[in-house]
């Protein structure tokens, strides 16, 4: 007796549907059996006629809920206490658009300020920057270079250009016929003049 197995592929379907049918099957048996009644009491219901349901109390237990009062009857005196309340506002028209107003405090004292007590400001002293050591004593030009000078500072003899500078603290800013323009690297200032020295 053979089941089928030659053909592969439909068996494999076979066994698909099987399970699938079986599912569908235990889906519908299963509450039957089970005694769930959810299904079977939301199905009774009639569709407009919702089950009522009541409101929790609020409160602790052994206290009655508040109940608010519910008299449909017009009571005059807080009627006439209310209509004879009058609005008494700051004066101001909340319906425009104003600035608020402005309070100028008058001054406690006569005005006049005290000459002795205001300090006047001085501004600080910036220390001049000192004379600059080099000693301008000679030329060392050659024809078509541009214009060098010789520089004394103690022993040492230094020979710069406009633009270079000597001895990492100062700087040759103008070569004239009697004297150099040197500037002082570390201390701002205006450069200073160092005339030409015959010796």
């Known amino acids: 007796m053979q089941l089928g197995l030659e053909n592969k592929k439909q068996t494999k379907w076979a066994i698909v549907l099987g399970v699938v049918a079986l599912l569908a099957l235990a889906y519908v048996l299963i509450p039957m059996f089970t005694g769930s009644t959810a299904a079977t009491s939301s199905s009774s219901l009639p569709v407009g006629d919702p089950a009522p349901r009541r409101a929790p109390a609020r409160g602790t237990k052994g206290k009655k809920p508040r109940v608010e009062n519910l008299d449909p009857t017009l009571r005059l005196d807080l009627l006439a206490s209310v209509e004879q309340t009058q609005y008494e506002g700051s004066g101001r028209n909340i319906f425009t658009s ?102």
Request: charged share 20%; no cysteine; aromatic share 8%.
């Open 98 to 199: 104003e600035p608020d107003p402005v309070t100028i405090q008058t001054p406690a004292g006569t005005g006049a300020t005290d000459v002795a007590k205001t300090p006047i400001y001085t501004p600080p002293v910036i220390p001049a920057a000192p004379q600059i050591p080099l000693k301008f004593f000679g030329f060392a030009n050659k024809s078509g270079e541009p214009k060098r000078v010789f520089l004394l500072q103690g022993e040492e003899v230094f020979v710069a250009g406009e633009g270079e500078i000597v001895n990492r603290l100062y700087k040759v800013v103008r070569i004239s016929p009697t004297s150099v323009e040197m500037q002082d690297m570390v201390y701002s200032g205006p450069p200073q003049n160092i005339p030409l020295t015959q010796g």
